[in-house]
């Protein structure tokens, strides 16, 4: 059987990810260590029970882990020592939370995103990928809006590596079903009640599983030029049959949008349709700079998509049915 694609690129590498300790890193270090080569994984967070419960779950002699916060340039620089890949998952991710403490959030999303490309310049790591949200395109919400300015920037440091070898690119995706502090714990939590709150009967989301989000960051590493946001195309939920799903005998109280809160989801705004390719299982949005290379990218295979295409989780034609969130959940 043939080796994947992101095992051959991870063979001799040490890899880092920062906010490791997160839903995305903990299955990020458990299907990364399956790399029979892989060097070293780095699991850069700040908090240190996280650290300890992660310790008794991966005791991989492979294993590193190092308390810091992206907030602090120089903790990253040393960290970073001897790194040849990067994925950038640490976070500030709370919608409400971030409207209540905008400059906590602006410090860790924009600044502490900052702090990680110009380290991992001056560091010469290979490959930076660091993740985004579907609420950076077109933001409502401060949360979108610190994420659509980090993935501005790590699309711009691609131009300051100059000759150096570093490459920087985003992927962005869709809600993880039954992530930390997900919509399904508040539905796990009102079950008893047998009175969900829905905030909108005609909500829709795009939604995978934290492993199908995993495998496709880990796709991506071994596609990037440099500059490409990376979308991958998954299904649409209603938010009445994700409540179905997890709560099927009880009421629904519809409560209304909270601030900030979008009725739908797009990953693919119209204004981003003239430099989208579309592939078999994804999109990719080029920069609309790429100067800081001497030829065009290479498309393999991407067709342009239609002019003002918009892919949004309203139009979408993949939906999942009850039945089907049931079994996503149960991964």
């Known amino acids: 059987m043939a080796i994947a694609a992101w095992k051959t690129l991870l063979a001799g590498k040490t890899v880092l990810v920062t906010g490791g300790t997160g839903s995305f890193g903990k299955k990020f270090v458990e299907i990364a260590l399956t790399a029979p080569k892989l060097k070293k994984l780095i699991v850069f967070s700040r908090d240190e029970l996280k650290q300890y419960e992660m310790r008794r779950t991966f005791s991989d002699p492979r294993m590193r882990y190092f308390l810091g916060d992206v907030r602090d340039r120089e903790r990253l620089y040393r960290?970073?020592?001897?790194?040849?890949?990067?994925?950038?998952?640490?976070a500030l991710k709370q919608v409400d939370?971030?409207?209540?403490?905008?400059?906590?959030?602006?410090?860790?999303?924009?600044?502490?995103t900052q702090n990680v490309l110009e380290v991992s310049l001056d560091r010469e790591v290979e490959r930076v990928l660091s993740l985004s949200t579907d609420k950076a395109a077109n933001p409502v919400n401060l949360y979108g809006a610190t994420k659509l300015c980090a993935d501005k920037l790590v699309i711009a440091?691609?131009?300051?590596?100059?000759?150096?070898?570093?490459?920087?690119?985003?992927?962005?995706?869709?809600?993880?079903?039954?992530?930390?502090?997900?919509?399904?714990d508040?539905?796990?939590?009102?079950?008893?009640?047998?009175?969900?709150?829905?905030?909108?009967?005609?909500?829709?989301?795009?939604?995978?599983?934290?492993?199908?989000?995993?495998?496709?960051?880990?796709?991506?590493?071994?596609?990037?030029?440099?500059?490409?946001?990376?979308?991958?195309?998954?299904?649409s939920?209603?938010?009445?049959?994700?409540?179905?799903?997890?709560?099927?005998?009880?009421?629904?109280?519809?409560?209304?949008?909270?601030?900030?809160?979008?009725?739908?989801?797009?990953?693919?705004?119209e204004d981003e349709?003239?430099?989208?390719?579309?592939?078999?299982?994804?999109?990719?949005?080029?920069?609309v700079y790429h100067f800081w290379t001497e030829?065009?990218?290479?498309?393999?295979?991407?067709?342009?998509?239609?002019?003002r295409f918009r892919y949004s989780s309203d139009?979408?034609?993949?939906?999942?049915?009850?039945?089907?969130i049931r079994q996503l959940l149960k991964e």
């Open 79 to 90: 960290a970073l020592a001897g790194v040849e890949i990067v994925v950038h998952a640490a």
């Open 97 to 112: 939370a971030a409207e209540y403490n905008p400059s906590e959030v602006v410090k860790t999303n924009i600044i502490g």
């Open 157 to 184: 440091a691609n131009s300051y590596a100059g000759a150096a070898r570093t490459k920087f690119s985003v992927v962005r995706y869709g809600n993880v079903m039954g992530s930390r502090g997900s919509v399904v």
């Open 186 to 235: 508040v539905f796990l939590k009102a079950r008893a009640s047998k009175r969900v709150p829905i905030t909108d009967p005609r909500m829709t989301r795009f939604c995978l599983s934290i492993t199908q989000g995993v495998s496709f960051v880990l796709q991506c590493l071994t596609l990037m030029q440099g500059g490409e946001i990376f979308i991958p195309k998954i299904p």
């Open 237 to 269: 939920i209603k938010l009445p049959d994700l409540a179905r799903a997890v709560a099927p005998d009880c009421t629904f109280d519809i409560v209304g949008l909270r601030p900030g809160e979008k009725l739908h989801e797009v990953m693919v705004p």
């Open 273 to 287: 349709s003239g430099n989208t390719l579309e592939y078999d299982n994804h999109y990719r949005i080029l920069p």
């Open 295 to 307: 030829q065009e990218y290479q498309r393999d295979g991407g067709r342009a998509v239609q002019d």
């Open 315 to 324: 139009a979408n034609t993949h939906w999942l049915t009850v039945e089907e």
